[in-house]
């Protein structure tokens, strides 16, 4: 992508139409900032990024195919979460593999398949964003913010998909062109334990507090998830000794953008990083009075 889009169709998926709203809300804030108009896909389903991919291959790929079909041929599809992006990419890549299924869907959903649909993940639309200069005017507006990257194991790709963009490295980039201040540490790519959290808790619980520990340890003031389930993992599964405020990547970003952020969207939190935001003088203290609740 060498020039940005300002009409986008979208694909929210599940978490972020549900447990982590204020991620959507934060994505939606920012790029409306710079113009970029976002459209949902009309009647959109559930990706099958939970265990629908292990359980039942031809349900995996008749969920994701179907948000393929609803999506409009002349628009880059638009996606945030990086579970969600695998499942429709794999999804892509079988149809194009197989005329045999793309005559299987195309007459199941009464539509084309369009084997030349652009799925964008909101990272390589950052990419364009930055290359076309939109962060110049933003220099130093996380002011030496102490950030633990954290991109989880969805952005890695199975072996058939290795040669599509990670991308890894992106949030230490940008925070760092916002002032923030990245710290090395040892757990940015490791699995949260995903859907384990339902079904095997304990496993994920002993996951998200080892990730945890090493962000405390790497002197780290806060976390930033490139991954809504992750983000939803980390708060729920930390034991409240390892506790550090967490924030979605885009609610960082608006942030970066003076009165473009909300503080309706940290009251969703399970863990309150408006304490730590109020003492790094980024968000405004209640006491001094901001009766509308935005950031300066």
Known sequence: MNKIENQLSYFPGCSLAT???????SLNSFLNHFDIQLTQIEDWNCCGSSSTHSVNSKLALSLAARNLFLAPRDKPLLIACPGCFLRLGHAKMELNESREKQRQYEQQFDRPHNPDLQ????FELLVTMSRNGVFKNLTGRLKGLKIAPYY???????PRMNKGKNHYGLIEKTMSALGGDPVQWAFPASCCGT?????????????VNRIMKGAIRSGAECIVTA???????LEIRCRKENRLPIFHFSELLS???????????????????????????????????NPNGFFR
């Open 119 to 122: 799925l964008l993940h909101f």
């Open 195 to 207: 859907f384990l959290s339902v079904s095997r808790p304990e496993i994920t619980e002993k996951l």
């Open 19 to 25: 447990t982590a709203k204020e991620n959507n809300a």
């Open 255 to 289: 942030l970066a953008l003076e009165g473009k952020a909300s503080r309706d969207w940290f009251k969703r939190h399970l863990i309150n990083p408006e304490p730590l935001l109020e003492q790094k003088q980024l968000i405004s203290c209640k006491k001094a009075g």
């Open 227 to 233: 991954c809504a389930m992750c983000h939803l993992n």
């Open 152 to 158: 989880g194991c969805m952005l890695a790709r199975p």
